[in-house]
């Protein structure tokens, strides 16, 4: 309960906070509204178009949420085998590096080109994006087991599919939920960042039309849902984590 | 229960085991590194009767991990062989306990559970050694913590449990290296007595890698010093004290004057500069 407290509590103080000093600077200070609208008229256009929202929400997070699997089924095995193979690891190394290095705005119209103007290539954004991190901390997870650990692994005939499942991937978890929790926050931007380029729904691609309108009230709207989603999201892979790796040091205040 | 379990002990240390005497015929062991080459063994040869428990002490970096690796079956000797019973090491050893310095315990898994992972490392059925565990666990007074998560134990229980998973499968030959180097001097003391009340009583034979000279005399039936490295056999001490030995064993004279032999074997080893 205290820990439950401990967690939200702050985030509200923030969010209330943010809440407040926007109120007032629409209100005291007088900033026009075509600049920042105020609060309220944020949350009439919120109400007048709860479906509209919504729908363009479900968008944009089944977008996200499959850019986020994609990239974790594709960066753990990955991790995986360059823990396994130094020699692996030297063939694939520039190549991640290099990926990482081109910017995603860049490779985003290349894309569209490949791929469309439908979901897909806004979860292939999403995933792009998330890949880099999950990589590198599933990596560092595989990589951080003991030699000795696997010596007594080795020592017991167990095949390589069991010593995965009982010593690996656990002893991995930790450092992987740490990729995991950045993962699940790009994975936001990725697709928001698709759906600006193109498309027809999303939350991005209503703030690209927002824009386009002036209209800065459904602009504030569609920018609030995009936070708060990330929050929630956020926040999800952290109970996950709790739930998973209590054994952890991280975790072990969370526990007693 | 206790002084039946020790009496058996005598009375299985006697018994000679040829199904898990250990033979070490000319091993070597060089690495390649990037510095160059490095010999770390030199033509060694040992021959460990089954039951026996045989310590090996030496300075740090000597090749005594290394040697003990080839033994488990975990490094390929650069030449040489080990037979342990009628096999010839070719691979892993799979009917071994291991125990390192450290504990390497699973900080996802109970002490049961750590003891467990053992078994189920080597697909056997968890249920039919669940109660074997738990004497287990008794026998090194961790009975009531068997439902622990290791940073919930201390730095000698954790230890107790890896001990614990080393036996679990009862191997015929049990590999310690360093075991307890991590622990402090009282722990030692109790752990050492708590692994010969183990080890007395099933007749396994034992590689025991110590820095104490005092853990060697007392657990040991023969003692090996070896040299700086490349490691060579420099001296190989019997330890003829009766069993059972206590703790109060290190203060008589017959062993002051083992370890006495033990310590000017090393001492005179000292590279001189
Ligand atoms: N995998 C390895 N690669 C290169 N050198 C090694 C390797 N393992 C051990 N050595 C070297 O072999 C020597 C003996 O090491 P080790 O057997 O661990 O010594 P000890 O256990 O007696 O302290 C050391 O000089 C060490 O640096
Ligand atoms: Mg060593």
């Known amino acids: ?256 | 229960m206790l002084m039946n379990a020790v009496q058996t002990a005598a009375g299985a240390r006697d018994r000679i085991d040829p199904g898990n005497a250990i033979i070490i015929e000319r091993v070597s062991k060089t690495f390649e590194t990037r510095g160059g080459t490095v010999k770390a063994i030199d033509e060694v040869s040992l021959a460990l009767r089954g039951g026996e428990f045989v310590s090996i002490v030496g300075p740090s970096g000597c090749g005594k991990s290394t040697l003990l690796g080839i033994v488990a079956g975990l490094t390929r000797p650069s030449a040489g062989s080990v037979t342990i019973g009628s096999t010839a090491v070719n691979g892993p050893y799979e009917r071994a306990g291991i125990v390192f310095q450290k504990d390497l315990l699973m900080e996802w898994r109970t002490a049961l559970d750590n003891v467990l992972l053992q078994i189920e490392l080597r697909g056997l059925a968890r249920k039919h050694y669940v109660s074997r565990a738990l004497d287990l666990l008794a026998k090194v007074s961790l009975r009531d913590f068997a439902n622990k998560y290791p940073r919930e134990l201390s730095g000698g229980m954790r230890q107790r449990v890896a001990i614990c998973r080393a036996l679990i499968h009862d191997p015929p030959v049990l590999l310690m290296d360093e075991p307890f180097g991590a622990l402090d001097a009282l722990t030692r003391d109790e752990i050492s007595v708590d692994l010969s009340k183990v080890c007395d009583e099933t007749g396994k034979t034992v590689v025991f890698i110590t820095h104490s000279i005092a853990e060697a005399v007392h657990l040991s039936d023969r003692i090996i010093v070896m040299s700086p490295r490349p490691a060579t056999i420099l001296a190989d001490i019997a330890v003829d004290l009766p069993r059972p030995r206590r703790i109060e064993v290190r203060d008589t004279p017959e062993f002051g004057a083992i370890a006495q032999r033990v310590r000017a074997s090393l001492t005179a080893l000292q590279p001189r500069r």
């Open chain 1, 1 to 256: 309960m205290r820990a439950l407290a401990g967690n939200w509590l702050p985030s509200l103080i923030v969010f209330l906070g943010i809440g407040l000093a926007w109120q007032l600077a629409t209100t005291v200070l007088g900033v026009p509204k075509y600049l920042i609208p105020s609060p309220e008229s944020v949350w009439a256009v919120l109400s007048k178009h709860p479906q509209m929202f919504a729908a363009n929400t479900l968008v944009t997070l089944r977008e996200l949420l499959g850019g986020f699997a994609l990239a974790v089924l594709l960066a753990v095995p990955l991790a995986l085998f360059i823990s396994y193979s130094r020699l692996f690891e030297r063939f694939v190394n520039p190549v991640i590096v290099i990926s990482q290095a081109l910017p995603k705005v860049a490779i985003a119209p290349l894309l569209l080109v490949w791929f469309g103007f439908g979901e897909f290539p806004k979860i292939l954004m999403a995933a792009l994006i998330a890949f880099f991190p999950m990589l590198i901390s599933a990596t560092t997870g595989f990589k951080g087991i003991e030699p000795d650990v696997m010596s007594l692994a080795r020592s017991t005939g167990a095949s390589g599919l069991r010593i995965f499942w009982k010593i690996r991937l656990p002893s991995a978890l930790p450092a992987m939920f740490g990729g995991l929790k950045l993962a699940i926050t790009f994975a936001v931007i990725g697709a928001i960042l698709g759906e600006f380029l193109s498309g027809d729904s999303g939350l991005g691609y209503l703030i690209q039309s927002a824009s386009g309108a002036q209209r800065t009230d459904m602009l504030f709207a569609a920018l609030i849902i995009i936070s708060l989603v990330s929050v929630a999201l956020f926040y999800a892979v952290e109970f996950v984590e709790r739930k998973l790796i209590f054994w952890h040091q991280s975790q072990i205040v969370i526990v007693t």
